[in-house]
């Protein structure tokens, strides 16, 4: 598992609350990348880094922000969550020209 | 996820059978391109990659085919098992630009009939 661990496992949360899951990694990989997962759209890359305080921008943004304040965390926020933000979130680090992911967060927004 | 196969298109095969998985790509920039397997429940595991200045690369039972022409690849599963049975997504990237970003396709629902 490449030393990857996402936190919490399994989250219900309401409508209109803030929301932070958190990616850990244990082998100092530069590169940390968020991903949703829903049923016909396969991953979608929400945001990346590519160092400390270092981020960028993926294919599904809006709604969600990051932080990465030290090499083994990285941060992602839904601000203020929606029902379609109900979905399974995988993060991942790159080592080499592979991506190794976790085991996944299934948020559900009711 | 254990809905990651639905509204997915499905390749069935039977046991022992060779099976084919292809994928469109977008990006004529993307110089690396990856295969992953996803079962039901985990998060997608590294099957094989190619880099664009190679057409084929050969693994255990799996061998990939890179068209830069069309923007193709595809995924030989020799002789499969039930244990292949999966989602199956290609991934491309641009390493050698400054992003880094690994884009996934929507992926394919490997069923293999005993």
């Known amino acids: 598992d490449a030393g990857i661990t996402q936190s919490p496992r399994h989250k219900v949360t309401e409508t209109g609350t803030p929301v932070t899951l958190r990616c850990h990694q244990t082998?100092?990989?530069?590169?940390m990348y968020w991903y949703r997962q829903d049923p016909g759209h396969g991953l979608r890359l929400i945001h990346y880094?590519?160092?400390?305080?270092?981020?960028d921008k993926g294919e599904v943004s809006d709604g969600y922000s990051v932080s990465r304040s030290k090499t083994e965390d990285f941060l992602l926020t839904l601000e203020s969550a929606t029902s379609s933000q109900t979905s399974v979130y995988f993060c991942a680090i790159k080592e080499g020209g592979e991506a190794f992911f976790g085991q996944g967060t299934r948020l559900t927004v009711v | 996820g254990e809905n990651v196969g639905l509204h997915l298109p499905t390749l069935s095969v039977q046991e022992g059978d060779n099976s084919i998985i292809n994928c469109a790509y977008s990006?004529?920039?993307?110089?690396?391109f990856i295969w992953y397997k996803q079962e039901s429940g985990k998060g997608p595991q590294f099957i094989i990659d190619?880099?664009?200045?190679?057409d084929k690369r050969q693994g255990q039972r799996v061998t990939v085919l890179l068209n830069k022409t069309v923007k193709h690849l595809s995924l030989q599963i020799a002789a499969t098992q039930p244990g292949d049975s999966a989602v199956y997504f290609c991934?491309?990237?641009?390493?050698?630009?400054?992003?880094?970003?690994?884009?996934f396709g929507t992926g394919t629902l490997l069923a293999v009939q005993p």
């Open positions: 990006n004529s920039a993307s110089d690396y």
């Open positions: 190619i880099r664009s200045n190679m």
């Open positions: 082998e100092n990989h530069r590169y």
């Open positions: 991934a491309e990237a641009n390493y050698g630009g400054a992003t880094n970003k690994l884009i």
């Open positions: 880094s590519y160092g400390v305080k270092d981020t």
